[in-house]
């Protein structure tokens, strides 16, 4: 029926699968694995997997928005050929072939397959790969658990009503591999979404009441009160809470606007704090209810940060994306994704939070500790004179310039948040930390009013801000700063 019946493809997916590799055999089995090496199963989506050496081996695997607008395809599958090749370079070589997957279920229950809608499509994805050297090896519909080959063009071969992608009551010889090999599909991206979905009626009439009135109350709050709301609540979860009351709930979330007290929580990802800390974010952001939807954003880079670090890849992908939906560029969000799509795995990021969290945590002990008893004079004969220009006890005089030490919960003008009086006239950034205490500064998280000019994102562009993240959470000068070398390089290059 087409090219792939006589050649298998080895996927290696999964940490068992050094050892025993999947291998795919034809069309059925590659529409069966899909959500196997994506982690779940994609809606709307253009989907390419890289195949590298000679046994045809996975490599790189994006996944991006199918464009609502055929006027689109063409840019579209142009970015998908070039940012599968720029991953795989980077990653061991061009790839030599490439599986091609265009998803998309009917609007309605009896609406015809989008196989002949997409087509068009699907030769714009054809051409792209092709001028960069890298041949189609298959191109696959998959829709309401169907699915149809593109290359398949000789007259009565297929099947017009395509082929189910399950083809009994049990999963094909692929997919138990894929299983075996740790692989279990997180149910669907729209499902993991719409389970962060904000509450609605009638249990979103008390939290919005609650954001109304924590919102005329919000700048009076200050960071000291903000970071013990954070701690409070996570010690409640860690100890097997599941809800805040409306009031502690709308104080919190618009208390998390601050990337400060946002930043003390990326610090929970211990692993006895993992499950109470995805517990506390996805309260939190199902609270954020109509019209304060932008509230939501930080608890959800907050939830696919610890997800992350927890092993649950899928669940952090999915949860990204829909946070470069709502807020297109909050920069913790496209850090992270970036990191996730530049093949990072969290250690190097979850070793430098954990130092940060140590330094401050002995700058907390040492500041309860007291400050060191004053020796006097460098000579030993006791306290020195009392008068102008020495301070009272004989303390020596600080001398000009020098630097004043802060204690664990002093703000300084360069820890304020953006829009504080500290905050440079118009930058939209605070000032960098530096190594001055609390949790190292992101980026100014937004507001908590409704989303606007929310636009779909194809997800963030393959770059070095993993390594920028690294670097800057070691030396304390805050994650922000790796905005200015990327400012250029935004545009088109995003993939998911």
């Known amino acids: 029926m087409n090219a792939m019946n006589n050649e298998h493809v080895i996927l290696s997916l999964g940490p068992a699968s050094e050892q025993r590799p999947v291998v795919m055999r034809g069309p059925a089995d590659m529409a069966e694995l899909l959500p196997y090496f994506l982690g779940f199963y994609p809606d709307d989506s253009i989907v390419a997997v890289g ?7 996975q490599g790189g695997v994006i996944r991006a928005d199918l464009p609502v607008s055929p006027a689109e395809w063409p840019a579209a599958a142009e970015e998908t050929a070039a940012l599968l090749v720029a991953l795989s370079e980077r990653h061991g070589g061009r790839p030599l072939q490439v599986l091609l997957y265009l998803c998309q279920d009917p609007v309605t229950a009896h609406a015809p397959p989008p196989v002949e809608r997409l087509r068009p499509l699907a030769d714009d994805l054809r051409g792209a790969f092709g001028r960069r050297g890298v041949a189609v090896k298959e191109s696959l519909c998959v829709s309401d658990d169907r699915w149809w080959s593109f290359l398949c063009r000789r007259e009565g071969c297929c099947d017009p009503a395509g082929y189910p992608v399950r083809r009994g ?12 090999a740790g692989l279990v599909p997180r149910g669907s991206r729209k499902a993991i979404v719409g389970a962060l979905a904000p509450l609605g009626p009638p249990e979103d009439a008390p939290q919005r009441e609650a954001l109304v009135r924590a919102e005329s ?19 409640e979860f860690a100890a097997g809470a599941r809800e805040l009351d409306e009031q502690r709930t709308a104080r919190l979330l618009f ?3 601050d990337r400060l007290i946002r930043d003390r929580g990326v610090e929970y990802v211990r692993p ?7 517990r506390l974010w996805r309260f939190l952001a199902r609270r954020a209810v109509p019209p304060y939807e932008g509230c939501a954003v930080a608890p ?8 992350w670090v927890a092993g649950d890849t899928a669940t952090a992908r999915v949860v990204l994306a829909h946070v470069l939906r709502l807020a297109p560029d909050y920069l913790l969000a496209e850090l992270l994704y970036e990191s996730m799509n530049d093949g990072m795995t969290p250690g190097a990021l979850l070793a430098a939070v954990e130092a940060q969290r140590r330094r401050r945590e002995e700058r907390a002990a040492t500041a309860q500790s007291g400050p060191e008893p004053d020796p006097g004079p460098a000579t030993g004969r006791g306290p020195g004179p009392q008068g102008p220009g020495h301070p009272p006890g004989g303390g020596r005089r ?19 948040s953006s ?30 009013g409704p989303v606007t000019g929310a636009r779909p994102a194809r997800g963030v562009r393959l770059g070095r801000a993993g390594a920028c993240a690294v670097a800057a959470l070691r030396s304390g000068t805050g994650l922000h700063r790796c905005r200015t070398g990327r400012q250029a390089a935004r545009g088109a290059h995003r993939a998911r």
């Open 255 to 257: 208390a998390l606007r």
């Open 398 to 416: 600080r001398r000009r310039g020098g630097r004043r030490k802060a204690g664990p919960t002093a703000v300084g003008p360069a820890e304020r």
């Open 272 to 278: 006895a704090e993992l499950a109470p800390a995805e």
């Open 169 to 180: 009551p049990d999963p094909g010889p692929a997919a138990a591999a894929a299983t075996v």
């Open 419 to 448: 829009g504080s009086p500290g905050a440079p006239s118009g930058s939209g950034e605070s000032r960098p930390e530096g190594s001055g205490s609390g949790p190292v500064a992101l980026l100014p998280a937004p507001g908590c």
């Open 300 to 307: 959800l880079t907050l939830l696919a940060w610890a997800s």
């Open 217 to 235: 109350l919000a700048a009076g709050v200050s960071r000291d009160r903000g970071l013990e709301l954070l701690e409070q609540a996570f010690a």
């Open 51 to 57: 195949l590298q050496g000679p046994d045809l081996h």
